[in-house]
């Protein structure tokens, strides 16, 4: 398996996102206590035997408001029923984030105030069974606290212990900038935001991660794999993956590996076959004029995300 330098470590070049098997709305196999055992156990069990090192979580993956924190205490039992030794765990990196809020009535909102995050870290570090956090990542802003104060209470939970690497999610370049200006150069090791070809808006934040040796860990990567391009009857992915012999999947992760270094793909793949096709893609070596074709024949772009919006003042 390939391998990713992230911050102080280095994990498989392709990661797991693993929100779907907890996800209401995309009928995830670990909302049921037969599918659990049956279908998704075993699928990221297959993932860990193919070489993944690198699962992506967040607090606020679950079904529901009431049942905070699902997709977490599955990951950790995933982790824990999986058959290799305690040397292989250990080499899994499992990422969590917080900082978007549910309360009862389904009713969405987001805190960044420092009591919050330090008892959010700690109900995580629970959850997932661990004493310190490998990789802890800040959801979402608050747009009621200031910038400055949401990164110093960021900075505070690494300072007390409870993680051992931070990164950050949906910050656009301005943010990241000045998020790295406050915490100092490498302390901010990822940043996790939209990026596939149809949604394309954060190259800007993609520069400021390889110019910071901060890893990109695109969300959605393989949004727009399969949409009509305006020159053929199929997508631009499936015409080249007929020329790999790979899926359009396989090679959007492969062009978003060749896209930058700094990019770490996190599909949501949740069948073993999909995810040992995801994995497939770090065999596939785009030719610059297969990666050309691709750019050139791009799904049309999707809106800017509301999830960047509204966004937190500045200090003045």
Sequence with gaps: MKQHKLGNTEVSAIGLGCMNVSWIFTNGAALDPVRRVEEALPAFHSALDAGITFLDTADIYAPTWDAFGHNEIFVAEALRTWSAPKAQKDKVVIATKAGITRKPGEVWGRNASLDY??????????????????????????????????????????????IDQLGVSNYDAQQLKRAIEIAGEGVIVSVQNEFSPKYRHDLDVLAVCEQHDITFLPWSPL???????????????????????????????????????SILPIPGATRTETILDCVSALDIELSGED??????????????SSE???KPKYRT
């Design 308 to 310: 960047l919006v509204p």
């Design 117 to 162: 995050l330090l008892r959010a870290a700690e109900a995580s570090a629970g959850r997932l069974g661990v004493d310190k956090i490998s990789l802890w990542q800040h959801h979402r802003q608050d747009p009621s606290i200031e910038f400055e104060t949401q990164v110093e209470n960021l900075l505070a939970l690494k300072e007390r212990g409870i």
């Design 291 to 304: 990666f050309e074709y691709l750019n050139k024949n791009l799904p049309e772009q999707a809106e800017y």
């Design 223 to 261: 949004g727009g794999a399969r949409q009509k391009s305006v020159i053929s009857n199929s997508s631009a992915f499936e015409e080249i993956g007929k020329k790999y012999s790979a899926s359009p999947f396989a090679i959007t992760l492969a062009w978003l590996r060749k896209y930058s270094p």
